[in-house]
């Protein structure tokens, strides 16, 4: 089935310090793919969309200039929080869905950024 | 805007027993998704409903969608210790678009 993958799955970093998360379609080209954050005990909530070769779509209160995000090409796209700090901690989980398809988006396993 | 919501959004029961989560959502739509998250993991697709009427069944879960009352279920028949997980049910407007999820509903199931 397809399978995305994420990378990493734990950072621990200090204060300041601007991570970079990785999402790929490991056996599928997928033109959008998406950013959620879920705090401990919330659902999922919504980043932004990635989107091939334009720019991303970010959900209301969402800072563009903190949460970067490039989709370079159908299988990878890229987060990057710039100068995280402690309440940027959470995990984050990317998604993706094959073209053209009615199968569920597939999740990767998730990021869990840890700010000190 | 798209709400959906869950109930409940805690649930503690017996092994042995059977219980029933529902989904609501706001908006026309005919594709429900139902996923399973274990603590510290992302999520397990579990069920896709794509039609009015749609009921899917894997094991001891079973999920129905009734799109006129924009309302799913999650039966959960004879629980056992290893379904203890939050279970989240998802929307989305139309095929590709973003998925809206509901709160979750966290399941523990006791010995």
């Known amino acids: 089935g397809a399978v995305v993958s994420q990378h990493p799955s734990w950072v621990i970093c200090k204060s300041g310090t601007s991570v970079k998360i990785e999402c790929r379609s490991l056996?599928?080209?997928?033109?959008?793919m998406f950013w959620y954050r879920q705090f401990p005990k919330q659902s999922l909530m919504l980043m932004a969309t990635?989107?091939?070769?334009?720019?991303?779509?970010?959900e209301q209160g969402v800072e563009k200039d903190k949460f970067l995000i490039n989709h370079a090409s159908l299988t990878l796209s890229t987060l990057t929080v710039t100068s995280a700090h402690p309440e940027d901690s959470s995990f984050y989980i990317c998604?993706?869905?094959?073209?053209?398809?009615?199968?569920?988006?597939?999740f990767g396993d998730g990021t869990r950024l840890s700010i000190l | 805007e798209l709400k959906v919501e869950q109930n409940p959004l805690f649930l503690s029961m017996q092994e042995g027993k059977n219980y029933t989560i529902y989904c609501n959502y706001s908006t026309t739509s005919d594709r429900l998704y139902w996923y399973r998250q274990d603590p510290g993991k992302s999520l397990e697709s579990l069920f896709v409903?794509?039609?009015?009427?749609a009921v899917k069944q894997e094991g001891r879960l079973m999920a129905s969608l009734d799109t006129k009352a924009r309302l799913s279920t999650l039966h959960i028949t004879a629980a056992v210790h290893d379904l203890s997980a939050t279970y989240f049910c998802?929307?989305?407007?139309?095929?590709?678009?973003?998925?809206?999820f509901g709160e979750g509903t966290q399941l523990t199931v006791n010995p």
């Open positions: 998802a929307v989305d407007v139309y095929s590709g678009s973003r998925l809206t």
């Open positions: 409903l794509l039609s009015n009427g």
């Open positions: 056996d599928f080209q997928a033109t959008t």
């Open positions: 990635s989107n091939e070769g334009s720019k991303a779509t970010y």
């Open positions: 998604s993706a869905r094959p073209q053209g398809s009615s199968q569920p988006q597939h």
